[in-house]
């Protein structure tokens, strides 16, 4: 019962988290972040129930395990040292807070959930939600929809749909069954038309930043750690 309902959850946090955003004047960034501390905090109960439950503790390695604990405590220490404002540093969105919280979900999902199951059972909410941004990002450039989008903005959108669409294309056309279950309605019809207009959205964010809206990065002076 809990490994069902945690594999659901996880699936639920997959298809809002592209597309949650509150019509506040709050960053979209800052959305982000609550829709990530509340899921992840979520998931990290169901992983100390089970393991209580269960009477027993599965620890599953991968090769970035290290990776994943460094860049929390680098981190937690610059923060800590170096910040002005170790508040802000602490809650803001893409600062110590978010990399703690991330570290503790992944960790929470390769030793329990994804242990478990093959990475291709959390491809459709994915796909979905994806596919459902990229109409939004289309409709966005089109000028055809005004307000913000999911993302925030047409860089947020790219770096999203980026590494979506690498990982698409990688699981659907991997294996020659996966190829076959394309041409099978509906599913497979719509995971191609998913995938068409996610390539399409990512193909007119790239152009456009390239194009009509470059970023444009402050000096490193004006930064602060």
């Excluded at 860049?71 to 703690?100: E, H, K, M, Q, Y």
């Excluded at 959108?157 to 669409?165: C, N």
């Excluded at 991997?174 to 190829?179: A, D, G, I, M, P």
């Amino acid at each position: 019962m809990i490994e069902k309902f945690t594999s659901f959850t996880f699936k639920l946090f997959l298809f809002l988290f592209p597309l949650f955003f509150l019509p506040l004047n709050s960053a979209v960034e800052t959305d982000k972040q609550a829709i990530l501390m509340v899921f992840t905090g979520l998931l990290f109960v169901l992983f100390s129930a089970k393991v209580i439950k269960n009477k027993k503790l599965h620890l599953t390695s991968t090769p970035v395990d290290y990776l994943m604990i460094l860049l929390p405590l680098l981190s937690i220490t610059s923060s800590l040292l170096f910040s002005p404002n170790r508040s802000d540093a602490f809650t803001l969105p893409l600062g110590t807070g978010t990399l703690v919280a991330s570290a503790i979900l992944f960790f929470t999902l390769t030793n329990d959930l994804i242990s478990n199951q093959s990475l291709g059972a959390y491809l459709t909410p994915l796909m979905f939600s994806s596919a459902i941004l990229a109409i939004v990002t289309i409709l966005h450039q089109f000028k055809l929809l005004v307000s913000v989008t999911p993302q925030g903005g047409l860089l947020g959108s790219t770096l999203f749909l980026l590494p979506v669409t690498v990982y698409l294309i990688l699981e659907l056309f991997s294996t020659k069954e996966n190829r076959v279950k394309l041409l099978k309605f509906p599913k497979g019809i719509l995971s191609l038309l998913s995938l068409f207009l996610i390539v399409s959205a990512l193909t007119l964010s790239v152009y456009h930043l390239f194009t009509d809206q470059q970023v444009f990065l402050l000096p490193f002076q004006y930064g602060w750690v």
